[in-house]
Nanobody, 123 residues
Framework: QVQLVESGGGSVQAGGSLRLSCAAS????????MGWFRQAPGKEREWVAC????????YTAYAVKGRFTVSQDSAKNTLYLKMNTLIPEDTAVYYC????????????????WGQGTQVTVSS
C-alpha cells in the first residue's frame, strides 16, 4: 500500500504564492506517476498537474499553466506543487494522487489519494 500526506495549504491574498507538498510512503516503487487534483466549492473535481516518476515528464492543466509547476524529489519520495500568481478561482481542496497505470491526468486511474489540503485565495 501507499500512503499520501499533503501539506502546505493555507490562506493567501490574490497574487500570492504557496508550495504544496505530498509525502509518499509505503511501496512507492510501484508508482508510475503522481499528481494533483482539486475540488472547488460547488464544482467537480478537476485535474491540476502530474508527473511521471520514471521519466520526470510533467503535465499541467490549461487553467493553471504558466502559474503552477509540479516537481518531485525522488530521494525524499515527495511531490510538490509550486503555485504562483494565485487567483480566487484557485480556492479549493487540493489532493495528492498516485497510480500505476493509465494516464496521470485521469482521476479514475488513480489508486491512492491523500486527505487533501485547503487552499484559500482572497480577492
Amino acid at each position: 500500500q501507499v500512503q499520501l500526506v499533503e501539506s502546505g495549504g493555507g490562506s493567501v491574498q490574490a497574487g500570492g504564492s504557496l508550495r504544496l507538498s505530498c509525502a509518499a510512503s509505503g511501496n512507492t516503487y510501484s508508482l508510475a506517476y503522481m499528481g494533483w487534483f482539486r475540488q472547488a466549492p460547488g464544482k467537480e473535481r478537476e485535474w491540476v498537474a502530474c508527473i511521471y516518476r520514471g521519466m520526470d515528464s510533467t503535465y499541467t492543466a490549461y487553467a493553471v499553466k504558466g502559474r503552477f509547476t509540479v516537481s518531485q524529489d525522488s530521494a525524499k519520495n515527495t511531490l510538490y506543487l509550486k503555485m504562483n500568481t494565485l487567483i480566487p478561482e484557485d480556492t479549493a481542496v487540493y489532493y495528492c494522487a498516485a497510480g500505476r497505470a493509465g494516464g496521470c491526468a485521469d482521476g479514475s486511474a488513480q489508486m491512492y489519494w491523500g486527505q487533501g489540503t485547503q487552499v484559500t485565495v482572497s480577492s
